[in-house]
């Protein structure tokens, strides 16, 4: 189990490191000038080069590389072309209204994905199995923005129930608070739904077939216990680390979720920062996601580690 | 004396409760809109601390026997007719409850893989402490059971193995486990369906005495069901056999085996070759035809396409059940010609050039082929697989490879072949002439000379290539051939290993597992080669195919003159097709000589324990050694000689825990390492025989 | 388990995507019987109806659709579905039926290509990784379980900001994206196959890498590798629209479903649903289209 954490310990510095370069690329050598593209296409060539002396473009690559990611390490995520002033505040404030969001839709979601997962499983073939498989399928299909217009429409405007823009205000109770988030949790949490409830599904399908499954139904053991004992305690172990890779395409919904209702929180941050190329803001935005992301999967290796006996304790002696 | 209850054969005890009465059962799956029925007026009886053995091969339903009996038919099966009846119960009628009080105190199963049977989440102890609680005891009580169940299996060390999880276990000891959760509230009726298959000899034969042992102390009625007949005649006092669905002849085990009345009996029983038989002196018989594909609708005995005794009565009128005596039964009008069952392959052998018939001396013509010098293969540091194994394969010859998992008969095969490369220092020679370890640096001509069956034919052929696709392949590879020269070639290997021309444009997932076996034998002989390894050909196959493939193999030796490595298990089959055997245990030789010389003694103690470990339809050998414990771990053998830990003989002086021994010529051509010499052996082992008994007791 | 499982990058054995851990081994295993059984399931005639449809769209758009799609007629705008406008019209006066149906083709032409040119570029890599193993596998496994660990959705969009966006772009950067799942997807199956005995025979034949590679083992998960292409179809048209939408996909005046979403949602509270709803249904549908295939393929190779 040790040479286990370890190794998932090593691949995950290798992931941030290879996250760092790709955001570096990115955002600093691609997209070519940054002086040009904050003074825009009419400013003098000698302005321009100024700003980029400044800005330390003509430095090579990687001095460049190290002493942006040697400020990050830091703390020090550049300074924002948009604002200028440093991005860390701004990514700071964004990632604890993005956490807030992100754990009410997983917190509705997880329990709604497990649970229509294993009945779906429990019932299968038959009409309960096809209803939640169908409708998962179907909510997963639908892109977070069109999910969303339409709850918008529908609750916000026509019936006017929920409000429409995630923020609550400044200073507004846990209550409002959760209120103002519904609405922008549902689509993410419809886009979840089908992939948790799937592979919830699938695991459960494996286990009810099982040889072990059968020697506990022939033990003579009633059906409940056989399912709570048995089935799901191995069929859930990799849904588990399924969710984890969820948070992904969370994170994916979370820039057109927080975009369409208002939401300053870091997809919204990214966003806007694309539409401004304020590069800084952008990558450093994207860094701090990747962090939590590669944090994320190390946190769910660790939970199938302390549940997977298998992984555990190592092989039998044959 | 064909009344209605002849077909149940009664069981020799008069108790007037039986522990299990099946009656006229037909079972029928649902597939695809249509009714098959997969057993057909099945009934028999069991009567109280009984034994009874149903034997069958691949789809005769014997599996499905088993789970109609605790209603766990899968949801597109039903009991269409008949009843049954356990202990008085009838389960067909039970309401939920009621099944589950009857699974849970009545009835027990153990199946052939026991690693899956268990849990893998859930520590040992409680999954058996689970069958005690659901008896009504304490969960403290129910551990203390459970730890106490332990014991009763033979492990030792009970409270350390209740906290291990199913995947720390060996097969042998999960095996235990799933027994002691079967016998734990001591059902009336103990259910096993292929125990001991997956499981190696040595350890097999312990579960089998293990089983035994408790039947008798827990007075458990049970119903064995296995396609292996020597294990049956050992363990069961009645036996019926099954075929195709029906129940076809029931009788005392040791009267059916030895004096079988039903053709079916008879041929299956002459597809196993015996002692005494040997491939320079006679093939062995098959069974011509296949089984009919299930739901057919056939009318007349089902057999009776196969049958070289059917005649018009057969086919049109199922036989009824005949008593052959007030014991047995059998369903075949002509029960009483059955013995005298004309053959279907013939009894001799090819024209063979300058085979030396059945004194058993190879048809070598000597000049060692294949020479082994030193071979040691050790796998991520630690894990010796094979240690210095010497070895010199005679042209022509066929040399058996004996041993148990962890032996490395698999490895020393691969290597051979340049599958697997070997540790530094290790020689492996053709003609003299060193070999590249790596298959794929070897020149054409030493791929063309080495050859290999594989153990599983769906594994072996790719299954998107066509049969003809398969063969043609190494013809161009390796013979070098193309156009109509080829097609020529192909031809000719068909029809050698018995395929047809309709085969070829086939898949072999559209093949029976005979066919398919073919298939890889055309494969591996289509390059011309001198040596072709067997390894364990035809363990996946039932043993009437079976029977055909080594006769083609014994055939195919004849007319190409090639030389086997014939891996295998099953001790009788070495003993059928190899001239010479090597014994092999945790990497290294024990044992090196003829084949005859090697199986009638005196032999090493491993090799002893090895030939009484394996039941055999002969009976029981002279002396029975019965070996306790785990094969150890490769990774950490034990010190001086590896078989110590576990050697009945193992001398009083402590030579054997400190030193190993050499592997020393005891009589000409027969090497043993032992620190016992083979005259000592001798005396000992061959003194200690009990009067050879026939049949089984 | 399956052999999945026991690979270890993916000790979980479950980033294979939703339910696709179970088609792969049965993937692995299709006859030629299972597709006459495919092409009569009715979810994968619904999808295909529904794909076909759109494809002709996309070809004769601009001599099926009742307008032209670009053309502005401001004396008509935001009208509501009527006989002469089905769809009605956007605030540019623009038909939106029209604009719909044009609207399929940027959307088919770089889903697909996206989706066949991470599947080649996988596939080459997840069968090398598979066959070759050792340090080969060891390296461009990291590489790609690193590349893994990030989402993404965010990765494609941080270059698709620093790059631009055009037709070409589009199809690059989310092929580049999807490259590393596919390649993982072909190794796991690669690796289902790796011990079974044809390979050694094949071995034992003195075959060459290339013949093994793809004479042997490709065969034998091209199943598993369709499975994981249309599954890769479907995230590709989501990916596509939400990139469009958010501005960052196929630019104005072009017809485009999500673009013209986002440029007209707006108009929602003053009631023009049409604007929204009908793009969206088109969206949808070709996202369902895409997973009933999927799901038809599934549940022929599971039975």
Known sequence: MATFLLKRLGLMVLTLFILSLIVFLAGQVLPGDPGRAILGPFAAQSAVHALDTQLGVNKPLITRYLSWIGGAVHGNLGESYTYQSAVAPFIGAALINSVKLALLAFVVVVPLGITGGVIAALNVGRPVDRIISVTGLSLATVPEFVSGIVLIVVFGIGLKVLPVTAAAGPGASVGSQFRHLILPAIPLVFVLFGYIARMARAGTIEALNADYTRTAILKGLPRFTVIRRHVLRNSLLPTITVIATQTGYLIGGLVVVETLFNYQGVGDLIFKAAQGKDFPMLEAGILVIGVVYVLATLGADLLLIALNPRLRIGGGND | MSSPDASLALPTSSDAELALAVQHMDVTYRVRGQDRVVLRDVSFSIGRGESYGLVGESGSGKSTVALALVRYLPRNGRVSKGTISINGLDPLSMGKGALRDLRAHTVSMVYQEPGRALNPSLRVGRQIAEVFELAGQSSGDASESAENMLRKVQISDPGRVMQRYPHELSGGMAQRVVIAMALAVSPSLLILDEPTTALDATVEAEVLDLVATLRSEFATSVLFISHNLAVIAKMCDRVGVLYAGELIEQGPAGAVFADPRHPYTVGLLRCIPRRGQRKDADRLDTIPGFLPTPGSGLTGCIFAPRCALAQDRCRTAAPPFFAVSDVRTSRCYFHEQAPDLPRATPASIPSASGADGADGVSSADGGPLVVVEGLSKTFGGNIRALSGVDLSIQRGETLGLVGESGSGKTTLARVLLGLIAPDQGSVVTLHDAPLNPDARRRPRSVLRALQIVFQNPDSALNRRHTVRALISRPLSRLAGLSGARLRDRLEQLITSVRLEDRHLSLRPSQLSGGLKQRVAIARAFAGGPEMVVCDEPTSALDVSVQAAILNLLADLQTTEQVTYLFISHDLGLVRYLSDRIVVLYLGRVMEVGPSETVFAGPHHPYTEALFSAVPSLDGERPSRIRLTGEIPSAADPPSGCVFHTRCPRRLTTGICESTEPLLLEGEPGHLIRCHIPLSELRTIQLNESVPHQGGSS | ?303
């Open chain 3, 1 to 303: 388990m399956t052999d999945v499982a026991a690979d270890p990058l993916d000790p979980a054995g479950t980033t294979l995507g939703p339910g696709s851990a179970v088609a792969v081994t049965a993937a692995a295993r299709a006859t030629p019987a299972q597709w006459s059984l495919l092409v009569r399931k009715a979810t994968f005639l619904a999808g295909a109806a529904i794909i076909v449809f759109w494809v002709v769209c996309a070809i004769f758009g601009h001599a099926i659709a009742p307008y032209n799609p670009l053309a502005q007629q401001l004396l008509d705008v935001n009208t509501g579905p009527s006989g002469a406008h089905w769809f009605g019209t956007d605030p540019l006066g623009r038909d939106v039926l029209s604009r719909i149906i044009v609207g399929a083709q940027d959307i088919l032409i770089i889903t697909p290509l996206a989706t066949i040119l991470g599947t080649i570029v996988g596939t080459a890599l997840g069968l090398a990784m598979g066959y070759f193993g050792g340090a080969f596998d060891l390296i461009a496994g990291r590489l790609v379980e690193s590349v893994l660990a990030l989402p993404s959705f965010i990765i494609a969009f941080l270059f698709l900001v620093a790059v631009g966006h055009s037709t070409t772009t589009l199809i690059v950067v989310i092929g580049f994206v999807f490259t590393p799942l596919i390649a993982r997807t072909v190794r796991a199956a690669v690796l289902a196959e790796r011990h079974l005995d044809y390979l050694a025979a094949a071995r034992l034949l003195g075959e060459n890498p290339a013949r093994i590679m793809f004479g042997e083992i490709l065969p034998n998960v091209m199943p598993a590798i369709l499975v994981e292409f249309t599954v890769r179809l479907g995230y590709a048209v989501f990916t596509v629209a939400t990139l469009s939408f958010l501005g960052f996909g196929i630019q104005p005046p072009t017809p485009d479903w999500g673009a013209d979403i986002a440029a007209d949602y707006v108009g929602l509270t003053a009631g023009y649903w049409w604007q929204v709803l009908f793009p969206a249904l088109a969206i949808a549908s070709l996202v369902i289209a895409v997973n009933l295939i999927t799901d038809a393929i599934e549940q022929v190779l599971a039975s």
